[in-house]
Structure formats: structure tokens, C-alpha cells
């Protein structure tokens, strides 16, 4: 089993759209977690972390749920250049800083 | 402006003609890491380096050296290409704490790397 799990879709939705993305991890000693944003063949970059309270930034929503041991990113609102695939990544409880990054769920959002 | 920088961004070679695919950072981050990205297959640490002269093994660490003289330079080294090594590979950058903490880590704009 893949220590990070995502649904790699391609998920394919309208303008406007609410989409969410599930992402499960195998092991219960994870200490953080965040969405990265990667665009086509570019570099990844932080969407967001994601808190024990959930978090929200403008049309993004994330949430933490250690109990069942997954993470979720909610996107509200559709827009174009939300296209991008966006990569689950938890960092270990460990002094290292190593993360480990989930394959990725890919968005399209259609006009 | 705050950056990791890569070089080459696109290299094609052949089987077992070493290479080096240097990274560097201008953000005076003790933390630097290399990854390779496969369809399917996710980014995957290869390297990384908590400060400089130490360094330890990612996930997969076959077949790739690295060093760390300097703290900003982090060269990924391909001492026998093989065609298994061909793949996108990042090189990352973040400040670290220690113990559990974490920040944000900064991605280089990639190396494409083909090997025939």
C-alpha cells in the first residue's frame, strides 16, 4: 500500500464547479499535511497546509481528519486556471523534514 | 528574487556518460533535497541534506551521488547513466527547525533528463 494515496482522476469539471479531493495516508504517525499546486511539467509550489481545525484561503477549503486518516481540499467556484493537478504530501513525524507526496488527482475545469 | 535554480533544464546523454545536474539557492535554507517525478509514480526523494556536509539517502538513492560543500549548492551526480534514470527531477529548498517541524519547501523549475 502507497504510504499517500490519491484518486488520480483526471477530474473534469464546468466553471463554476465545486470539486473535492479525497487523499488517504498509511501511517498514524504523520504530523503535517498540505496541498501542492503543480501545473503542467512545472515545478510544484504550496497551495496550502492543512490544520487540524480545517483551514480556509478564499475558494480553497482543507480538511484533516487523523481518526480516519485522511486529508481533503475543496474547491469552490471553478475557475480556468484552477487546471492543474494537485499533490496530497504529509510530512513524517520525524526530524528529517522528509515529505512524502501523494501521485497527484489532476483538474480540468471545461468553459 | 528568491529563488532555486537547476541546470540543465534539459539534457539528453547516453548510458554511463557521467553528468551533474547542479541546483542552487539564493534563500539561506539549511534544507535541500533532490526528487524525481515518474507518471504514475509521484515525486520520490532521491537525496537530501539537512546542512552542508551532511547528507543522507532518500527513498531511492541508487545509482545518483550528492554533495553538499556549500550551503547553497546541492549538484545531483550521475556517476553511470542508465535508461531507468530517465525522468523529471526537482531539487528543493526550505528552512528547517528540527524536531518536527516544517516549512515550506521551494522547488527548482526542473531537469528533464533523458538518458538513451
Known amino acids: 500500500r502507497k504510504e499517500v494515496e490519491q484518486d488520480p482522476g483526471p477530474f473534469n469539471v464546468p466553471e463554476g464547479a465545486t470539486v473535492a479531493f479525497n487523499c488517504t495516508y498509511s501511517n498514524s504517525a504523520s504530523q503535517s499535511f498540505f496541498w501542492y499546486r503543480q501545473d503542467c511539467r512545472k515545478e510544484p509550489k504550496l497551495l496550502m497546509s492543512?490544520?487540524?481545525s480545517g483551514n480556509e484561503d478564499g475558494r480553497f477549503t482543507a480538511q484533516l481528519n487523523r481518526a480516519s486518516q485522511y486529508i481533503s481540499l475543496l474547491i469552490r467556484d471553478s475557475k480556468l486556471s484552477d487546471s492543474a493537478t494537485y499533490l496530497c504530501v504529509v510530512n513524517m513525524r520525524s526530524n528529517t523534514g522528509k515529505l512524502i507526496f501523494g501521485q497527484g488527482t489532476t483538474l480540468q475545469v471545461k468553459p | 528574487e528568491a529563488q532555486v535554480t537547476q541546470n540543465p533544464r534539459y539534457l539528453i546523454t547516453v548510458t554511463g556518460k557521467k553528468l551533474t545536474v547542479t541546483c542552487s539557492q539564493n534563500?539561506?535554507?539549511?534544507?535541500m533535497s533532490w526528487y524525481r517525478q515518474d507518471p504514475g509514480l509521484g515525486l520520490r526523494q532521491i537525496y537530501y541534506?539537512?546542512?552542508?556536509?551532511?547528507?543522507d539517502k532518500g527513498d531511492v538513492p541508487e545509482g545518483y551521488k550528492v554533495s553538499r560543500k556549500e550551503k547553497r549548492n546541492f549538484p545531483l551526480i550521475l556517476e553511470s547513466p542508465s535508461p531507468n534514470q530517465t525522468s523529471l527531477y526537482f531539487c528543493?529548498?526550505?528552512?528547517?527547525?528540527?524536531?518536527?517541524?516544517?516549512?515550506?519547501?521551494?522547488f527548482g523549475p526542473g531537469t528533464r533528463l533523458t538518458v538513451l
Open positions: 528543493a529548498s526550505s528552512f528547517f527547525r528540527g524536531g518536527n517541524s516544517y516549512n515550506e519547501q521551494f
Open positions: 492543512v490544520y487540524s
Open positions: 534563500m539561506n535554507h539549511e534544507y
Open positions: 541534506s539537512m546542512n552542508v556536509e551532511v547528507t
